[in-house]
T-cell receptor, first 114, second 113 residues
Framework: AQSVTQLGSHVSVSEGALVLLRCNYS??????LFWYVQYPNQGLQLLLK??????LVKGINGFEAEFKKSETSFHLTKPSAHMSDAAEYFC????????????FGQGTELSVKP | DAGVIQSPRHEVTEMGQEVTLRCKPI?????LFWYRQTMMRGLELLIY????????DSGMPEDRFSAKMPNASFSTLKIQPSEPRDSAVYFC???????????FGQGTRLTVV
């Protein structure tokens, strides 16, 4: 069965510091990969996605992620954290040929200190 | 487009009562998903539909849960009877055939007391 592991349930950074949220997946076939963000009492909003092609993908709000097949990773980064980035972040994998359903990691809560 | 619309946003009910959660997908989308979010289990898929037909309901916890999609613009998730352990946030999401990603509603926060 495919799975997603997010290392660290809680990450805290200072404003202006680098944000790195880690995601590893297990899949025999390269899947589609996603990062979603959830603000308090809100639904999930797509940050970025990898389907095919360029392995470095850019998303909204200055976030980007790199698909590394050899490491089965899809880590999320942002060069400089902003207070408004405080939220919960979910990595998800869409297994091949399974109708678009998503398998989510456990989530990482990002705190940004002033 | 207004996005995926879920109602109610909050529901508090007593154990043993029937609860119905509602979802209106984005117009033109032919996939609809129901997810549940809890602290213990995170985000888990309960069931999904394609063209109003249930495709995978392996995530439905037990017979107390049922989901229907009578037409392309409406779906319900029903719990009967409800139990305190059903307390969670329930999300509906939809996806078009041409989309790679799903679009989520705001969720329904269910509390069973």
């Amino acid at each position: 069965a495919q799975s997603v592991t997010q290392l660290g349930s809680h990450v805290s950074v200072s404003e202006g510091a680098l944000v790195l949220l880690r995601c590893n997946y297990s899949s025999s076939v390269p899947p589609y990969l996603f990062w979603y963000v959830q603000y308090p009492n809100q639904g999930l909003q797509l940050l970025l996605k990898y389907t095919t092609g360029a392995t470095l993908v850019k998303g909204i709000n200055g976030f980007e992620a790199e698909f590394k097949k050899s490491e089965t990773s899809f880590h999320l980064t942002k060069p400089s954290a902003h207070m408004s980035d405080a939220a919960e972040y979910f990595c998800a994998v869409r297994p091949y040929n399974q109708g678009g359903k998503l398998i989510f990691g456990q989530g990482t809560e990002l705190s940004v200190k002033p | 487009d207004a996005g995926v619309i879920q109602s109610p946003r909050h529901e508090v009910t007593e154990m043993g009562q029937e609860v119905t959660l509602r979802c209106k997908p984005i117009s033109g989308h032919d996939y609809l998903f129901w997810y549940r979010q809890t602290m213990m289990r995170g985000l888990e898929l309960l069931i999904y539909f394609n063209n109003n037909v249930p495709i995978d309901d392996s995530g439905m916890p037990e017979d107390r849960f049922s989901a229907k999609m009578p037409n392309a613009s409406f779906s319900t998730l029903k719990i009967q009877p409800s139990e305190p352990r059903d307390s969670a946030v329930y999300f509906c999401a939809s996806k078009g055939q041409a989309n790679t990603e799903a679009f989520f509603g705001q969720g329904t926060r269910l509390t069973v007391v």
